[in-house]
């Protein structure tokens, strides 16, 4: 798992310690990964990892989802060097989709946003609907991780946690909605972030870990009970419309 490089100091100082989603892949575990299964609701709401798609570029591996039919979004700084029409390896449930490849359309100059298109087999479900995040309300997201097995890329997970009310924007990576999500780690950059009732909140494009705000009085803790973890969210509305004026650009571009 590696640090957040995006070449944006201002991001570092103003997010604190920012870890990005891109894990390095190892060369061993390039031929394969190990897929979690997942039924398509959990606990009574819809469940990340359906629409969750795991992105393998050649220094890194992040998510993706299902923004419109044909249209996958993920952070465009997993696939920073790459021009449009680069193809990106994508896995997911083989329940649901086989591996393929997916081809760069554009990536944003204004938001951490790239857009991909899939293949046509590659059949995922798409968000049911949008969602504002407000703050406290539960949330749940998926990614994709590193495992200890060199002959694996990684594992894809869902995590759960609940928003801060808390907002930041940085350059280059967009408005962001800080979301404390327990186990978020690299590789979950480009991931979808769900409400309680299964409506798209945003994408994660950004991770940190900060101490846990703690009472005098409380007996000590070990340091790993005094961090949290948290997420920049890029808004399902920030992305949408971004995504529309992608497309609009490289479609007249096209003429």
Do not use: N, W
């Not at 990340?48 to 039919?69: C, D, K, Y």
């Not at 952070?75 to 081809?103: F, I, N, Q, S, Y």
């Not at 046509?120 to 406290?136: G, I, N, Q």
């Not at 309680?196 to 994660?204: A, C, Q, S, W, Y």
Request: with cysteine; aromatic share 2%.
């Amino acid at each position: 798992m590696r640090r957040l490089r995006i070449g944006l100091a201002c991001a570092l100082s103003l997010l604190g310690t920012v870890g990005g989603a891109g894990v390095v892949p190892s060369a061993a575990g390039r031929q394969a990964e190990a897929v979690q299964q997942s039924p398509v609701v959990v606990s009574g709401r819809a469940d990340p990892l359906a629409l969750h798609v795991t992105v393998i570029v050649p220094r890194a591996i992040g998510s993706a989802f299902l923004l419109e039919p044909g249209v996958l979004v993920t952070a465009g700084h997993l696939v920073k060097g790459l021009e449009p029409g680069a193809r990106v390896t994508l896995r997911a449930d083989p329940a649901r989709a086989a591996a393929g490849e997916a081809v760069l359309i554009a990536v944003s100059r204004d938001l951490d946003l790239a857009l991909l298109r899939p293949p046509a087999s590659f059949a995922l479900p798409l968000p049911e609907a949008d969602a504002t995040m407000a703050a406290y309300r539960p949330l749940s997201a998926a990614g994709a991780v590193p495992v200890r097995d060199p002959a694996v890329l990684a594992q894809r997970r869902r995590v759960e946690g609940s928003a801060t009310g808390d907002t930041m924007r940085i350059p280059g990576i967009g408005p962001g909605l800080i979301a404390r999500l327990a186990g978020v780690a690299p590789g979950f950059s480009g991931g979808p972030v769900l409400d309680d009732r299964g409506r798209l909140v945003g994408m994660i494009v950004a991770i940190r870990h900060r101490p846990a705000s703690g009472s005098a009085f409380a007996p000590r803790q070990p340091a790993s009970a005094t961090t949290v973890e948290e997420a920049l969210v890029l808004p399902a509305a920030a992305i949408r419309a971004e995504a529309r004026r992608l497309l609009a650009t490289r479609t007249a571009s096209l003429r």
